[in-house]
């Protein structure tokens, strides 16, 4: 199996295997790709809940949502999340919009168990609209000018669980900080930490507005279009990415077509992933 490489620097790479339970080839072609890319895409797939956690299995430990969250279309074991303008009685649902800025998912645990993949798998894609787009953070080094750098080496960033609006109710996690600049444990690459959506990030040592501020123009220059990849769903699309290294969102969606997507989470086995990658 080859990947196929798109044109644009920000786009990932895409595979076409049709398999619920992968080769190790196949397993260290996608880990290989995601590690050094931040996302992978696996078209063609026919995947149901049960079969998408099967995939997630592979690269870590599934992940339970917290009861807290404000999700309330989640599977009885808290494992899979739909994601779709469609209500339970099939009608669509009146402007539904996604997770439309730019955020990182499991910022509200503390390292290393904020290392997170996302796998999304697309039911129903919408034809010309229902998008998500990917805003690359490895190499700050091609961002940002030394003297930035140079800042933002000393500073870390604070996410308050009760400060996000994924939370509906007053959650027991504590709040966590995290260094704005990191190495990735599985590439060795550096990357950018910032999460968001940047009005409810706090910089440790600074004040809200000062906060607000610096992560604004930290994701005004991440997400500029050269550094960004938008991913046009089609039936049967998987895509996998690392949190660590990617801020995503979900541009609009046609309130007059149906969109259904499945989203699990696997907490990353970096010793694992690492002796696949040997």
């Not at 995947?47 to 917290?66: I, M, R």
């Not at 990357?191 to 009005?199: I, N, T």
């Amino acid at each position: 199996m080859n990947p196929e490489y798109r044109k644009t620097k920000a786009s990932p790479v895409t595979f076409k295997p049709n398999h619920k339970q992968f080769s190790q080839k196949t397993l260290k072609n996608i880990a290989t790709t995601i590690c050094n890319h931040g996302y992978a895409i696996l078209k063609n797939q026919n995947l149901s809940p049960d079969g998408l956690l099967n995939v997630a299995k592979q690269f870590g430990e599934v992940v339970t949502f917290d009861p807290t969250l404000s999700f309330a279309n989640q599977s009885s074991d808290k494992k899979i999340l739909t994601i779709s303008n469609v209500a339970s009685d099939g009608k669509l649902i009146k402007n539904f919009k996604g997770a439309d800025r730019w955020h990182t998912d499991n910022d509200f645990y503390p390292s290393p168990r904020n290392h997170a993949w996302t796998f999304l798998y697309c039911k129903t894609a919408q034809k010309a609209a229902g998008t998500t787009m990917f805003a690359d953070c490895y190499n700050p080094a091609e961002k940002f000018s030394a003297e930035m750098l140079d800042h933002f080496n000393n500073l870390k960033i604070v996410v308050d669980p009760n400060q996000l609006p994924d939370f509906e109710e007053v959650s027991e996690l504590p709040i966590v900080t995290h260094h704005l600049i990191q190495t990735h444990p599985i590439s060795n690459k550096p990357f950018l930490y910032v999460s968001g959506p940047e009005d409810f990030i706090q910089i440790e040592g600074k004040n809200r507005q000062e906060s607000h501020m610096l992560v604004k123009r930290i994701h005004d220059v991440l997400t500029q279009e050269h550094n960004v990849y938008t991913h046009h769903w089609e039936d049967g699309d998987l895509l996998i990415w690392d949190n660590l290294t990617s801020l995503h969102k979900a541009g609009a969606i046609d309130p007059n077509q149906p969109r259904i997507l499945y989203r699990a989470q696997a907490i990353v086995d970096t010793n694992s992933i690492n002796n696949l990658l040997c």
